[in-house]
């Protein structure tokens, strides 16, 4: 361990002196030389109390004039966004491979662009002719984008640095930018929590609004360090299904507005379209109603989706082994399902194959779908439809009892708009001017008696 140094100060003038002796020799006055409390080499070489520059506190409360936030064009984009691009705020979006992420972004470039904006897109993964092709495919080659293909973060600020910040700055993507001050590869995690510091420093000292594309690891979580997430403003997340024709975009932090808001959009031939009623991609067309499906109205942020849930049941032969296959829901909670119908409700799933699925690739996540994913279980044990025009949703517990879910009124209004008759949910919601007629279950035996006792 590194050895203290000692120090002496004078009482009288305030020089330091490294050895005691009997007189200053600064000020000349004797015995006045004191030995200072011993601190390490350490906290003497980090010493970050002294030294630099005053900072100006600004009062909270003192009027100021806020940013405007700035319209995408498209409104899935901005209702994602909580409104609109914040200016100087930095957006990370993720996605798979393939998913639209470049497209989506080039279709909102050209949008702010024509409207008299500046806009910059510079391309780590594709050569300026590639966007071009990409562009005239979408319709919006006539956009006036300044592109370019680079990598290098130092010639992209020095180039910014020559003129106005421009309003919007695209870096697709940050995991083929590479700064030269710093060791390692293009994709490191080093150079790419570097060169997103750099371009975050300029988004926020310029007033440009920054968005970053992100490469994902095979789990679905952006590539490179975590921190990466904690530095930007507003992380975002591209999903969907490559067979399906969907996209969702998810709002997986934002400093600006409300988590948790989604976008949804459907490739097509020309580019992503928006979807103003996506409960329409999730529902089937049928009219007449099958035995093992089931309709929950999901909610995401504040916007409802009735999504279809489908199950099948198929007997074996005694001596084989069940199988379970979940998609788009959580396998384990499926599992808990089960246990509850066969342990409080008397019904046996030992001997059969079970299988679910989430109808066009929706994914769930909300708890208020336990009771949708029971009523298509069980309608699909007994081979018996639900009511038709019906919609479930609730929690339901260990004991058996479901339990209230929030924003039940919204759920039943948003199922009367499309035409459903029925809502089936705890005891306790709030339906308020829903026109569904609605029936409260307090336990899960009393869905059991609804489906058993239904023609």
């Keep these: 361990m590194a050895k203290t140094k000692r120090r002496y100060v004078c009482a009288n003038c305030g020089a330091v002196s490294p050895r005691w002796q009997g007189q200053c020799a600064d000020?000349?006055?004797w015995n006045t030389l004191t030995e200072d409390a011993p601190a390490t080499v350490f906290s003497q070489k980090h010493d970050l109390s002294s030294g630099g520059r005053g900072i100006e506190f600004v009062p909270l409360n003192r009027p100021a004039e806020l940013p405007v936030r700035k319209s995408t064009g498209l409104a899935e984009f901005d209702r994602a966004l909580g409104g609109g691009?914040?200016?100087?705020?930095?957006?990370?979006?993720?996605?798979?491979?393939?998913?639209g992420k470049s497209?989506?972004?080039l279709q909102t470039a050209a949008t702010i662009a024509r409207g008299g904006n500046d806009v910059v897109y510079v391309s780590g993964e594709e050569a300026a002719g590639q966007v071009r092709l990409r562009a005239q495919r979408l319709g919006v080659a006539d956009a006036p984008i300044r592109l370019a293909s680079e990598t290098s973060v130092r010639d992209i600020l020095t180039t910014l640095g020559q003129g106005d910040p421009p309003a919007l700055l695209i870096i697709d993507s940050i995991q083929t930018m590479h700064s030269d001050?710093?060791?390692g590869a293009p994709g490191t995690v080093s150079q790419v929590r570097g060169c997103a510091l750099e371009l975050i420093r300029y988004a926020k000292s310029s007033g440009a609004a920054l968005v970053l594309v992100g490469h994902v690891t095979k789990d679905g979580n952006i590539a490179g360090p975590r921190v990466l997430e904690h530095m930007v403003d507003v992380v975002m997340s591209f999903e969907g299904e490559r067979s399906h024709q969907y996209r969702i975009l998810r709002a997986l932090k934002n400093r600006f507005g409300a988590v948790d808001e989604i976008g949804v959009f459907a490739m097509a031939s020309g580019g992503l379209d928006e979807v103003s009623n996506p409960s329409m991609l999730f529902l089937s067309g049928r009219d007449a109603p099958l035995a093992g499906s089931s309709v929950f109205p999901a909610l995401e942020g504040t916007r409802p989706v009735l999504v279809e849930i489908q199950a099948l049941i198929v007997r074996l032969q005694s001596g084989a082994t069940p199988r379970r296959a979940v998609v788009g829901w959580d396998n384990g909670r499926m599992a808990m399902l089960l246990a509850v119908l066969e342990s409080r409700c008397g019904l046996n799933f030992s001997s059969a194959?079970?299988?679910l699925n989430i109808a066009g690739g929706y994914r769930l996540s909300d708890p208020a779908a336990d009771l949708a994913v029971a009523a298509a279980?069980?309608?699909?044990?007994?081979d018996k439809p639900l009511p038709d025009k019906s919609a479930w949703f609730g929690e339901v517990s260990l004991s058996g009892e479901i339990r209230p879910v929030?924003?039940?009124e919204l759920r039943l209004r948003e199922a009367g708009k499309l035409g459903f008759a029925r809502g089936y949910g705890p005891s306790d919601a709030k339906t308020g001017s829903s026109t569904v007629r609605y029936t409260g279950l307090g336990q899960l035996a009393n869905l059991v008696d609804?489906?058993?006792g239904s023609q």
Excluded: K, N, R
């Design 353 to 355: 194959e079970v299988y």
């Design 103 to 105: 497209t989506l972004l």
């Design 377 to 382: 279980l069980v309608s699909a044990l007994a």
């Design 406 to 408: 929030a924003h039940s």
């Design 85 to 99: 691009i914040v200016p100087g705020s930095a957006v990370l979006m993720g996605g798979d491979p393939g998913i």
């Design 450 to 452: 609804q489906v058993m």
């Design 181 to 183: 001050t710093i060791e």
């Design 27 to 29: 000020c000349g006055e």
